[in-house]
């Protein structure tokens, strides 16, 4: 068993950076792929990014793809998402992921995830 900690979120004016951090206790997800995902007001949660156990692929949704990198700290066991040129549409709650696979054939479903932070807020505004 993993706890995921999400932790970074704030409030923001567009075009500014926020970095999100996940840290993992209880267990080492070292061996996990990891991603996070976002839910908006009103919205379905969507992918955000991902990444397979060692780091060696990562996978971006289009409408962050430039902007948003993820990576870890295995060290500290910690995730991250550094997040620059933050846009209104980027507002929502953060949640951090991990599966118990080492890659996943399809990182974007989120159904194929097995531990979850309890989510940060990102608000940005215009």
């Known amino acids: 068993q993993v706890n995921l900690i999400d932790t970074g979120g704030g409030l923001v004016q567009a075009g500014t950076s926020l970095r999100l951090s996940c840290a993992a206790s209880g267990g080492t997800s070292n061996n996990y792929a990891m991603a996070w995902f976002r839910r908006a007001p009103g919205k379905e949660r969507e992918f955000v990014a991902a990444m397979t156990w060692n780091g060696a692929l990562t996978y971006y949704a289009d409408s962050v793809k430039g902007r948003f990198t993820i990576s870890k700290d295995y060290a500290k066991d910690t995730l991250f998402l550094q997040m620059n040129n933050l846009k209104p549409e980027d507002t929502a709650v953060y949640y951090c992921?991990?599966?118990?696979?080492?890659?996943?054939?399809?990182?974007?479903?989120?159904?194929?995830?097995?531990?979850w932070g309890q989510g940060t807020q990102v608000t940005v505004s215009a």
């Open positions: 992921t991990a599966s118990r696979w080492k890659s996943m054939n399809y990182p974007q479903e989120s159904n194929g995830y097995h531990y």
